[in-house]
């Protein structure tokens, strides 16, 4: 090997260094200044990297693409620990997904550049290598800043440790199908290679089985807080910010506030349970009438509101004035709601607003008919 393939040899080891090196960096909380942390490790990599290339120039198989040079790497995860905040775990977690990255891009182009023979090897591996951090850089830099941070800055300890196993296994199955790919002649690599693969296949469903299995977990915890058990109806905590991102979008929507009349005489004469079919067939028959123009919430006992959507709202009032004078077969009367309109923005720009007026309204109804009486 001449000096020049040598050079662009260690530049390819050093490419992937810094990659490496920028990404934990720019994932992490610092103890130290700038300065300090990468003088320290600037010093640790001339310390680790000169011993280890000395040993390794002996070997036959020196670059040769089995990346053996890669768990050298591992051991900046000492300096890493020193000069970050960062747990243990986290900094394995996000060491192991940063190795996968770059290690991956490394063996393809070790790969690919057995099909180009009109360059020596060290040459076509750097430049190939190089254009594959332009291409995926970027995206992968998002992704790990954006989507990896957040989702491990929710579990707790135990979640974080399995997540560490699970990226050493991915590393260590990568650089295990690496090595077969290689050795190709050597049936008992490629043995241990899909062998590797299995346990990373296995690994994957069984992570993306809890994963799914939390998710319906969460789904059903917001299901049970955001959605009334009887009425099925969403809750008050749903109006408030679906009310908020309307009026934060500038979405015109009226506020309809809706109380059953005399709905404590249902419950004295005919009992709790035929209390619950009353508001069950009111939430039901007024969910029918508003459809997909809105949202329909129980914010209490017998009281609703309706929110709707480029709708006509004295069409609702006015179905609400022809709902069924009975609920079911025993022939329970419905005794009506009254109901009062506020208009988002003329009445008002908040959610308090909106509630304020449109109950004062509700009250307003409710009163005119009682003197009607």
Not at 20 to 27: G, M, V
Not at 75 to 103: D, E, R
Not at 267 to 294: C, M, P, V, W
Request: hydrophobic letters at 45%; one cysteine or more.
């Amino acid at each position: 090997m001449t000096s020049i393939e040598l050079f662009f040899m260690l530049l390819n080891i050093l490419e992937m260094l810094v990659v490496n090196l920028f990404l934990i960096e720019q994932c992490s909380e610092n103890k130290y200044s700038a300065t300090k942390t990468y003088s320290i490790f600037t010093l640790f990599a001339i310390i680790l990297l000169i011993p280890s290339y000395l040993i390794a120039s002996h070997s036959p198989d020196f670059g040769n693409g089995n990346g053996l040079f890669i768990f050298c790497g591992f051991l900046f995860v000492v300096p890493i620990k020193l000069l970050y905040k960062n747990s243990f775990a986290k900094i394995v977690c996000l060491g192991s997904m940063v190795w996968v990255y770059t290690f991956l891009l490394f063996s393809i182009s070790v790969h690919v550049s057995d099909f180009i023979t009109w360059f020596p090897r060290p040459y076509t591996v750097f430049i190939i290598q190089t254009t594959f951090y332009l291409l995926s850089f970027t995206w992968f830099y998002k992704k790990l800043k954006l989507d990896f941070l957040a989702t491990i800055s929710r579990l707790n300890d135990e979640e974080i440790r399995s997540l560490m196993w699970m990226s050493i296994i991915w590393f260590c199955g990568i650089f295990v199908i690496n090595l077969s790919f290689v050795y190709w002649q050597n049936n008992l690599l490629r043995i241990v290679a899909l062998g590797a693969f299995a346990v990373c296949a296995y690994c994957f469903n069984l992570s993306s089985y809890h994963v799914i299995k939390k998710n319906h977990q969460i789904v059903s915890l917001e299901q049970m807080a955001y959605h009334d058990n009887l009425t099925q109806l969403r809750t008050r905590s749903l109006l408030t910010r679906d009310v908020d991102q309307l009026i934060s979008r500038g979405i015109y929507f009226s506020f309809v506030f809706m109380d059953l009349d005399n709905f404590k005489q249902i419950n004295d004469r005919y009992g709790h349970s035929t209390g619950d079919e009353y508001l069950s067939f009111f939430a039901q028959e007024t969910k029918k009438i508003i459809g997909n123009n809105g949202g329909f919430y129980r914010i209490a006992g017998d009281e609703f509101i309706g929110v709707l959507i480029d709708s006509d709202e004295q069409e609702l009032v006015a179905k609400l004035d022809q709902l069924p004078k009975t609920i079911n077969d025993a022939h329970v009367p419905f005794l009506g709601v009254s109901y009062g309109v506020s208009i988002f923005p003329t009445d008002g720009a908040t959610y308090e607003q909106l509630m304020e007026i449109a109950d004062a309204r509700m009250y307003a109804h409710k009163k005119g008919k009682l003197d009607t009486v």
